[in-house]
Structures are given as structure tokens and as C-alpha cells.
């Protein structure tokens, strides 16, 4: 088992556009989270997916938005980029009924520019 | 609102002294509280939670509710113990939203 994968590793986008982050959870798990981490902050919680449906959310605007898939993998879309939109994007899945053990992917660099 | 705070954003041990890595919260609620280390080139994963009161790798943290602390502490550093450590809270209940501090990046000196 990989663990949690995310797809891709780096991406480059400009002030405007639309971007589609991917994550595989762990096998096992059903919940999926996206946290938003910047450069010298902790993770900031974006939301969370489970049974494909949004359970839980941060305070991040409706630019951002996810999606579950029927086998757990989830997407976080976020559109009219902002550089301040520009971290690190991370993925955690939890298995069922622990949520608290969240295994987290490796990221997603996005920069905007 | 839920607030974490890791006054320390940088601290250095020699190997075999004692290391306190502090964390305090603000929550009107009962929290659920917990430990992430993050070592160099690997992903951020779970080191303690309050609530299984285990000791992992040596370290323990105590749920100060009066002081609103959560301070992770280990007798005896050692050089693997070298990681960024976040402090992180989750609201009982909600069991799904983690509110995570900035961070401390431990140093253990050989």
C-alpha cells in the first residue's frame, strides 16, 4: 500500500485560473481531508469528504470547492486563483469510525503567479 | 474561536537533556487535543493524542485544562527526535475539523 497519494507533486498556475487537485487515500479509508498549509504556518483545515458528500468545512471561500468519488479519492478544485492561493495543499484519509488518524499525502505545491 | 499557539518556532536540546515542546489553546468547549511530527523529508503523521494517554517514542503530553495546555515532553532527547512538531485540536464532537499550531522545529544537538 502506497499510502495516500497526491497528484501532481508541483504545479504552476496563473492569477485567474482554475486548478484540480487529486488524492488517493490509504486502503481502508473512507474520509478524505484537504488542509491548506503555507509557507511557515500550520495546516489549515479546507474541508472534509466522507460517503462523498462535504461533512465538515474550514473558513476558505467558495472558490474552493472538493468532490468524493464512489471509491474514496477525492478532488479539491480551487477557481479565480489568487496568489495567496500559492501553498502547499495537503491530503489526509482517516479510516472508518478514527477519525483522528489521519495519514496525510505528500502535497501539492501550487504557486501562482 | 479555537486557537493553538506554539510560542516556540525554533528550539535546540543537547542529545540526553529533557525537551519541552509547549502548546496552549484557546476553546470554549472540551477539545480533543493531539501531537503530529513532521521528520525531514517524510510526511506529517500522528505522534500522541490526549485522550489514549500513551507515551510514543519516549514523549508525553498532559491535557492541562486550567492552563489550557497540551505541552509534549520527553526525558532524554535523541538526535532522531529532530522533526517539526504540531500541536493540534479538535472540538469534541465534530470529530472532523483539526485546528493546527505553526509549528516548532525541534533540533537535538548530538
Known amino acids: 500500500d502506497a499510502g495516500v497519494t497526491q497528484s501532481p507533486t508541483h504545479l504552476i498556475k496563473t492569477r485567474g485560473q482554475q486548478v484540480t487537485l487529486r488524492c488517493s487515500p490509504k486502503?481502508?479509508?473512507?474520509?478524505v481531508s484537504w488542509y491548506q498549509q503555507a509557507l511557515g504556518q500550520g495546516p489549515q483545515f479546507i474541508f472534509q469528504y466522507y460517503e462523498e458528500e462535504e461533512r465538515q468545512r474550514g473558513n476558505f471561500p467558495d472558490r474552493f470547492s472538493g468532490h468524493q468519488f464512489p471509491n474514496y479519492s477525492s478532488e479539491l478544485n480551487v477557481n479565480a486563483l489568487l496568489l495567496g492561493d500559492s501553498a502547499l495543499y495537503l491530503c489526509a484519509s482517516s479510516p472508518p469510525g478514527q477519525y483522528y488518524e489521519q495519514y496525510f499525502g505528500p502535497g501539492t505545491r501550487l504557486t501562482v503567479t | 474561536a479555537q486557537r493553538v499557539t506554539q510560542p516556540e518556532k525554533l528550539l535546540s536540546v543537547f542529545k540526553g537533556a529533557p525537551v519541552e515542546l509547549k502548546c496552549n489553546y484557546s476553546y470554549s468547549g472540551s477539545p480533543e487535543l493531539f501531537w503530529y511530527v513532521q521528520y525531514s523529508r517524510q510526511r506529517l503523521q500522528l505522534l500522541l493524542r490526549h485522550i489514549s494517554r500513551e507515551s510514543i517514542k519516549g514523549f508525553t503530553a498532559d491535557l492541562n485544562k486550567g492552563e489550557t495546555s497540551f505541552h509534549l515532553k520527553k526525558p532524554f532527547a535523541q538526535e532522531e527526535d529532530s522533526a517539526m512538531y504540531y500541536c493540534?485540536?479538535?472540538?469534541?464532537?465534530?470529530?472532523?475539523?483539526?485546528?493546527f499550531g505553526t509549528g516548532t522545529s525541534l533540533t537535538v544537538i548530538p
Open positions: 493540534a485540536l479538535s472540538p469534541r464532537g465534530t470529530g472532523n475539523q483539526f485546528y
Open positions: 486502503s481502508g479509508h473512507d474520509t
